[in-house]
């Protein structure tokens, strides 16, 4: 480790330290002032297992609130528990999220209303590596393609984790913290304080989050640790109720071992910086400003010496390092509009992004090699997003926007260099929503089109492109995505629930076929084909007791290859999660048996730039419990083992086990997910 990372950890935990000390004195002090911003009323004493749906295809939740399985360590881990969510799996942390069996850029990740974007070509960190979920305030899960206000692409859907502004009636601050505790060497710290009176506040928030490698359910020990900490600063002026300016910045480091890659990441440095002003309450027909820029820098580091031991012979033999950053700096301008029975919601927005990279063999060989700039991306888009309550019962939601994305490529040894393409693409959706009269319930139906520009790990990491093609910059098309969303959400005060369907056509969807290249290394080719797409979630929660709640849920996704009739790759198989709790008082117990299905549909050699289909998966059950306690109004204990049975199961979505950790490389191994873990939690608001 070097001193520089240590002196940023030691300067972070005193930071920490230090301003516990002070806002807890600013609690003693102003403990009659209140905190208007943030929900402080008593700890819930339960714990999450299951996610129900706000409103048609939303769902909005705290990410602060402890979940089983145990709590996650970054964005990706964390969305597994909302119903239609999985992740291709390599290891203890960083994997990458799926939705609907949809990957990539077809999800549209904001934090803070920002774009982070990672740097690695093959992903190893993805924009949900840089998020700690429990340092944000609310999760917002947009499905499908049915939102135009924050960006280009999401014909997936869209995922936003954000702060709120903090709101102090008078001199006043607040407090939460929380520790966990568990297996394999299991420790986070999460520190969220405010200070602030009715003109302004100072926020900080930071985090540390580490693990040692886990072992399975035989009890093999499983390359998975990680280290990786954050620290944020928001300064807000509210001169009055209705206006915001806050500027935000922010810091984070880690490193990870991968079981499922050939190299680990040494390195996950992150710079932040926001700006944003809001103005509400206007008093006309416009009614609401809202502006924002925003800048996000990942600068990233892959080696296989620092967290393993370098092989001595093979294509990786030797210490060899490869060094990859991005620059990514954007902004948003939009109106919110009202008349009687309408809203819309119009502006504009714009995001450019840079990449470069250097490497080379030796330890530390990077930092003696200069940059080398291989990609210049520009996005430009405008989009207005209208609600129109036709009547109390109905409503019509519709939206549209239209993107000019243009893509430069700088590699020295590509055929295309000095080329650019650029594209206009238009996207939009509709969509109709029901109060039924006779039932507590709401139906909806919505027919969504999104198209996106093909992004960095589609045009620059394959190998290839379609045959009689240049490369895939020179040939990959975008894709078009048109998809109908059906569904119904019932709600009383002891059932609620929820059912969802989609169908889509995917033209021109961004495969990628991995076939054996020179001296034995897969080569990756890139291609468009046409794609069906279906499925659905559905779940319900009663309260068939006083004390007694079972919550239970259902996903599915399939897809279907139309070009040549085989099935589409990387898509997850039929899961079903149950729960069932007990909770009186200030205490809780609960359960939690997720089943998945078999995967025996797949497309072996194909897949996305992360991960291929290479075999078959087996179904598994995994039962686990949970219990909480809540000591007093601001302190609450939680606990729960994961996987109680300790059983030996593998992911459907996985990278398989890297032949550098003693995985056999003629036969892919899949890796196997944690056996028997103990957690402990503690939660303080004050």
């Known amino acids: 480790m070097s001193g520089s990372t240590v002196t940023l950890r030691l300067s972070l935990q005193g930071t920490i330290a230090l301003l516990c000390g002070t806002l807890f004195s600013h609690v003693a002090l102003a403990a009659d002032s209140g905190h208007e911003g943030h929900d402080h009323t008593e700890l819930s004493p339960t714990v999450i297992t299951a996610v129900a749906p706000s409103s048609p295809l939303t769902i909005v939740t705290n990410p602060k609130d402890p979940r089983q399985p145990v709590p996650a360590s970054d964005g990706a881990d964390y969305l597994k528990t909302i119903p239609g969510f999985s992740a291709i799996r390599a290891g203890g942390t960083n994997g990458d999220p799926v939705l609907r069996g949809m990957f990539g850029s077809r999800l549209n990740i904001l934090t803070n209303g920002g774009v982070m974007l990672g740097a690695c070509p093959n992903r190893m960190d993805a924009p949900t590596s840089y998020i700690s979920p429990e340092t944000y305030d609310r999760l917002t899960v947009i499905k499908g393609p049915q939102s135009v206000q924050w960006g280009p692409g999401a014909s997936a859907g869209t995922i936003l984790f954000d702060r709120e502004p903090e709101q102090f009636g008078e001199l006043g601050s607040r407090v939460n913290a929380s520790l966990l505790a568990g297996s394999n060497g299991r420790f986070d710290k999460v520190l969220d304080a405010a200070a602030g009176n009715a003109q302004g506040y100072a926020r900080f928030v930071g985090n540390q989050s580490r693990s040692d490698d886990y072992k399975d359910g035989n009890g093999d020990t499983v390359p998975s640790r990680w280290d990786k900490w954050n620290g944020d600063v928001a300064l807000g002026w509210t001169p009055d109720a209705d206006t915001l300016l806050e500027l935000t910045a922010g810091k984070g480091d880690g490193e990870a071992r991968y079981a499922g890659r050939g190299m680990d990441g040494s390195q996950f440095k992150r710079e932040s910086l926001g700006l944003r002003f809001e103005k509400s309450n206007l008093g006309g027909v416009l009614d609401k400003l809202e502006a924002q820029v925003y800048y996000n820098y990942a600068d990233h580091v892959m080696d296989n010496y620092s967290l393993r031991t370098s092989p001595t012979s093979g294509m990786m033999a030797g210490p060899m390092v490869s060094n990859v950053d991005r620059r990514t700096l954007g902004g948003r301008l939009k109106a919110t509009w009202r008349w009687e029975d309408v809203t819309l919601v119009s502006g504009v927005d714009a995001q450019t992004n840079e990449h470069r990279q250097r490497g080379g063999m030796g330890v530390d060989a990077h930092k003696a090699e200069p940059w080398t700039k291989d990609a210049d991306f520009h996005n430009y888009g405008v989009f207005g997003e209208l609600t129109w309550e036709t009547s109390s019962q109905d409503r019509l939601v519709s939206g549209a926007r239209l993107d000019r994305a243009s893509a430069k490529d700088f590699r020295e040894a590509s055929a295309t260099r000095g080329n650019t393409r650029a594209d206009t693409l238009p996207s939009g959706f509709v969509r109709y929503e029901h109060d039924l009269l006779d039932l507590p319930a709401t139906t909806y139906v919505g027919l969504g089109h999104a198209q996106r520009f093909p992004d960095y790990w589609e045009l620059f990491s394959p190998k290839s492109g379609p045959a009689g093609s240049l490369n895939a910059f020179d040939s990959i098309k975008p894709e078009k995505t048109t998809q109908l969303d059906v569904g119904i959400q019932y709600k009383t005060e002891q059932l609620e629930a929820w059912a969802s369907g989609y169908v889509g056509q995917v033209r021109d969807y961004i495969l990628f076929d991995y076939r054996p290249g020179m001296m034995g290394m897969l080569s ?105 306690y809540r000591v007093s109004k601001n302190i609450k204990l939680s606990a729960g083992v994961d996987n109680l049975f300790d059983k030996a199961y593998a992911e459907h979505l996985n990278l398989a086990g890297n032949a550098g950790f003693g995985y056999p490389a003629s036969d892919p191994q899949a890796i196997n997910e944690p056996g028997r873990t103990l957690w402990t939690k503690v939660d303080l608001s004050f």
């Open 524 to 628: 990756s080719q890139a291609q468009n084909i046409d794609a069906r797409i279906m499925g659905g979630e559905l779940g319900a929660a009663y309260q068939f007791a006083p004390n007694w709640k079972a919550d239970a849920t259902l996903a599915y996704a399939w897809g279907k290859n139309s070009s040549d009739g085989k099935a589409l790759p990387q898509m997850p198989p039929l899961e079903s999660r149950l729960g069932l709790t007990y909770s009186r008082d200030a205490w809780s117990a609960g359960a939690l048996w997720r089943l998945v299905s078999a995967q025996n549909r797949i497309a072996e050699g194909s897949g996305n730039v992360v991960g291929k289909d290479y075999e078959k998966s087996a179904g598994f059950g995994v039962f686990s419990l949970n219990g909480a």
